[in-house]
Each structure stands twice: as structure tokens, then as C-alpha cells.
């Protein structure tokens, strides 16, 4: 089996910066797209941002500029870098991976989520 498992999360006064990391764990044989979501209570899991296997990145508008995703693909890690935080930045933060691996039969990619982190960003 394959596991996410996010780090990082925390209390930051707006303006500030924090790093989420991801780490993928299990019988990986590769680790395709790699994103982070948010979500906020009574709101939906939104896209904060993406990485592909080749390093080729997306953000949503809301973030552009201020974050940067990273991944560092020989420790099957992932990064958020957060910088000039705001308040409706406060959320809990989810990892999320396209995980190929053997099967014994078949080669197999599923999705796979992390168990999240909170973020909270003070005025």
C-alpha cells in the first residue's frame, strides 16, 4: 500500500510563511502528478496547486505568486512553499498523488490522499 503523509502545518500571523512537505511512502514504482488541495469548514476541497512528473506546474489564482510547489522525486517528497500568508489562506491542507505501481499482474496507478494538515493564518 501506498501513504501520504503531510508535515509543516500551523499558527502563522499574516504575512508570514510556512513549508508543507508530503511524503509518499509504500510499494511505489512511480509517483506521476502530485498536487495539494485545501479545504475549509463548510467549503469544497479546492486545487491549490499541481507538479508534474517533469516539474511542470499550475496554481490557482487565488495563490499565484505567493506559493510555489516543489517536489524532490528521489524522496518521493512534495512541497508547498507559503509565502505572505492572508487569512482566508486558514484551511487544512491535503497532499494527493498519481502512485504507479506492480501489482504482481498488472501495472496499476491509483490516487492516493494524505490525512491533511491544519493551516491558520491570525490577522
Known amino acids: 500500500q501506498v501513504q501520504l503523509v503531510e508535515s509543516g502545518g500551523g499558527l502563522v500571523q499574516a504575512g508570514g510563511s510556512l513549508r508543507l512537505s508530503c511524503a509518499a511512502s509504500g510499494s511505489i514504482l512511480r509517483i506521476n502528478a502530485m498536487r495539494w488541495y485545501r479545504q475549509s469548514p463548510g467549503k469544497t476541497r479546492d486545487l491549490v496547486a499541481g507538479i508534474t512528473s517533469d516539474g511542470s506546474t499550475n496554481y490557482a489564482e487565488s495563490v499565484k505568486g505567493r506559493f510555489t510547489i516543489s517536489r524532490e522525486n528521489a524522496k518521493n517528497t512534495l512541497y508547498l512553499q507559503m509565502n505572505s500568508l492572508k487569512p482566508e489562506d486558514t484551511a487544512v491542507y491535503y497532499c494527493?498523488?498519481?502512485?504507479?505501481?506492480?501489482?504482481?499482474?498488472?501495472?496499476?496507478?491509483?490516487?492516493?490522499w494524505g490525512q491533511g494538515t491544519q493551516v491558520t493564518v491570525s490577522s
Open positions: 494527493n498523488a498519481d502512485v504507479e505501481y506492480f501489482s504482481g499482474i498488472y501495472y496499476v496507478t491509483n490516487t492516493y
